[in-house]
């Protein structure tokens, strides 16, 4: 997301801050819900196309009348950037030691300083894991974009230079940059979606039309002033694009890719339009239009941490109905286009415009200032600095939501697969399959293992987010590849007992007590037909016959209990007392019913193929009820329905049958 740079020293053109407005207001309402707009994220596009516009259109202006410096280029980037930049980061990160957990206040730290490094990208990709905290829940999730752009301005301006000065070439060079990234991002978008979303490689193409679109215009200056009916034309087409962008793109298509030139084209053209555009000039260049691109930077700055603290207060200590939290997040985001209005007026203004220090002074000072800001976030998100929120009491519930012991992230949406093991000296092995409701087992087998020397050894083929059904899928994952990988695993002749189980029902029919969640399963990227999945069904049955059949054992794992009233989360206030007592058990009878007719699904398997059936409800519940804490009140679970190490160690006694050599 550029900053707000209306005047610069190419000729200012109202209609490129009402381009800037439409794209920051598509983004901050699809923050507030996609409903409203399913495709706003591709706001972020359009703002790369401004940016490598109008920044690229500088550094060629000038270059051509031979006053271009790297030192003025980075002051005036830093002047313009930094003053926002660092007040949102230091307001984040006051609220954040006031209201945030010990956990959530570490990781915001870290923000901090990947956002005050311009290195946010990189950590937002490295973070993507099946237990990484919800991207709705990041406050500065959004600071990934402006990561992209500082990256490539720290080499662009150079590569111009060596250009200009060399070849004059600079259309095929921006050309052949422009085809490399977005073959990059279209090649790599399916098996690699996380990377090519926040790679400044896979991202560099859209800042690259808006600095082809600059060059050209610079050189012929036929876009500069078009025919009144080419013009038209060009805003027509390029508003129409835009518009198909934001309401017909949505989540779950693979993004950037092939769809991003939706946007990145729309842009390209409403500017190529040129100021007498029909749209250029009765919509975007209006007054209205203008004032919210002036603040476009520091709104699309603010709106974010805004809307995801408040939607943490809600969650914690001032709820609000379902059918008024659109209301809310609107009167949210409404807040923070006032918080944006006095940053651009009362900050970046002032900053901008004050004489009595030389740009080269202003902008040594708010570096020092962001490298403090950077040192800061890295001093606290290595728990040298403590929030609010650090007592014994609370630190003893936070553990609980981070206490899992599986490496979850090698096997979470990518196509390539790891197999992790505990070897014991038997040659035998048992292989678990699954999703995370698999891999919480994992710590109770090791210790098994360690107790039983006798005992198989174990390998774990797991996926997080994939149910073991063959065909099935959901959006973003690699289900169908992970279901041919681990069937292959289990055919290995030293795999002597195979243990499948899911989180069954949560792809079928949502969690328990939220039945009415959306199904999350497809197939060839649409949802599934009951054909489709009463076939996947059948073609497990098929596998699970085949390894019986071979002299296997298998063993069809059922679902274990699960219950919003399990979660430690829900004891947090971040203003008030703990609540312990939110921690409640679960009816046994009713939850039965809510697992039947899966469970009852595997039972025919099992009876058809000689499969045993496993009824962790059996395990984990007393004979009415099952518990959200042990006796002494530690909750068992990490969350809503993830069994914590020492409960599965304690509970799961039926892993000693399945791992003895038979």
Known sequence: MPPNRSHTSLDYRPDIDGLRAIAVLAVVLYHVSPALIPGGFAGVDIFFVISGFLISGIILKELQQGSFSFAGFYARRVIRIFPALILVLAASGMFGFFALLPGEFHALMKHIAGGAAFVSNFILWREVSYFDTAAHLKPLLHLWSLSIEEQFYIGWPLLLVLITKRTRRVMLTIGIVL???????????????????????TRMWELLIGAALARFSLSSGRFRSPEPSVSHSLSLLGGLLIAAAFFFLKDGKQFPGWWALLPTAGAALVIGAGPRGWINRWVLSSPVCVLVGLISYPLYLWHWPVLVFSQLLIKSDFPVPADQLTLFRLGAAAFSGFLAWGTWRFLEMPVRHFERIPRSGKAYRLAAVMTVMALFGLLASNRFIQPRLSTPSTLAIARATVDWDYNSQDNYMTPKFVLHEIRSPSKQVVLFVGDSHIEQYWPAVTAAIQKTPSAASAAFATSGGCIPLPGLNESGFYCPQFNNWWSTQADAANVSTVVIGADWESYFSGAYSE???????????????????????TDFEATVGRLVHSGKRVFLLASHPTSPTFDPH????????????????????????????????????????????????????????????????TPLYKDTNHLRPFAVIRRAGFLADILTVP
């Open 570 to 633: 829900i004891v947090f206030h971040r203003f008030r007392n703990l609540e312990p007592s939110k921690l409640q058990p679960l009816d046994k009878a009713a939850f039965n019913r809510f697992i039947a007719p899966i469970q009852d699904r595997l039972l025919l398997i099992s009876n058809r193929t000689g499969a045993i059936l496993i009824r962790p409800v059996e395990v984990f519940c007393d004979r009415d009820f099952c518990p959200a804490t042990d006796r002494a009140g």
């Open 179 to 201: 085809t490399v990234s977005f073959l990059a991002n279209v090649i790599l978008v399916k098996r690699f979606p996380s990377f090519t979303f926040y790679s400044a490689i």
């Open 515 to 537: 039945q009415a969640a959306a199904p999350l399963l497809n197939v060839n990227g649409g949802s599934a037909s009951p054909l489709e999945i009463e076939k996947a069904w």
